[in-house]
Nanobody, 123 residues
Framework: QLQASGGGLVQAGGSLRLSCAAS????????MGWFRQAPGKEREFVTI????????YYADSVKGRFSISRDNALNTVYLQMSSLKPEDTAVYYC??????????????????WGQGTLVTVSS
């Protein structure tokens, strides 16, 4: 199971850190990803981090502003969000692929999803 937390209301230009805690003993063998869904829009990719943390990939819309990291000892992945914009307003979901050691950003490859945490950025 994945449990996301850390969402809230923040002013434009502000920062927020999301966390996603995973259960189980195989966390360190899975890529982890963050996706988001804005009101009235489809879910979109935000970022992924490889199982060892040595590779990351970001959507162009968040590159340079967001940073993903993980702590395999704590079974937790983080999303540090800075310079937030109103268009970042969305429900943010952490997710894990169906297969271990799979470095992918395709949402259809992800089989486990957290419950989502709402981020609202006011202008």
């Amino acid at each position: 199971q994945l449990q996301a937390s850390g969402g809230g209301l923040v002013q434009a230009g502000g920062s927020l850190r999301l966390s996603c805690a995973a259960s189980g003993r195989t966390f360190s063998t899975y890529t982890m990803g963050w996706f988001r869904q804005a009101p009235g829009k489809e879910r979109e990719f935000v970022t992924i981090i490889s199982w060892s943390g040595d590779r990351t990939y970001y959507a162009d819309s968040v590159k340079g502003r967001f940073s993903i990291s993980r702590d395999n000892a704590l079974n937790t992945v983080y999303l540090q969000m800075s310079s937030l914009k109103p268009e970042d307003t969305a429900v943010y979901y952490c997710a894990r692929p169906l297969r271990s050691y799979s470095y992918t950003l395709n949402p259809t490859d992800f089989g486990s999803w957290g419950q989502g945490t709402l981020v609202t950025v006011s202008s």
